[in-house]
Each structure stands twice: as C-alpha cells, then as structure tokens.
C-alpha cells in the first residue's frame, strides 16, 4: 500500500497541542486593522481550539498528527 500523504497547507495552518486537540489561527487579523477595536484585536489575534464539527475532516488531511514543538 502507497503511503499517505500530509496535505501541506493544513500541516501549516493548523498546530497540534499536547494533549491532542488541534488549534488553529483566529481569521480577520491580517489587514483593514485600524477600523476595528483594540479589544476586537486582541480577541482576534489569540490561538483557538478548532470545532467538533471541523475535527474529523482536518484528522484526515493530518493522519500522521503528532505534537511538536
């Protein structure tokens, strides 16, 4: 059987934390920052756990998933 394969741009968006959950970046922090609020940036700019419903189909484009740091 063929090896599979890591879906690159997932592996880069995405950092797996010790205990196995899967974390993600918050969107909207990357430009048009000067009409949004300081504590709508400051929400915006911390990691967050990805959703249940999110979690079977990023589980698939990482199947060799493990921690790093």
């Not at 741009?9 to 995405?14: I, L």
């Not at 400051?42 to 790093?68: A, G, M, N």
Request: hydrophobic share 30%; charged share 35%.
């Amino acid at each position: 059987m063929p090896k599979m394969k890591t879906h690159k741009s997932a592996a880069k968006r995405y950092k797996v934390t010790a205990t196995g959950k899967i974390t993600r970046r918050q969107a909207g922090i990357g430009h048009l920052l000067q009409h949004k609020s300081e504590s709508r940036k400051r929400k915006i700019f911390k990691v967050v756990s990805i959703s249940d419903t999110h979690r079977k189909l990023i589980s698939k484009e990482l199947p060799y998933k493990k921690y790093s740091r």
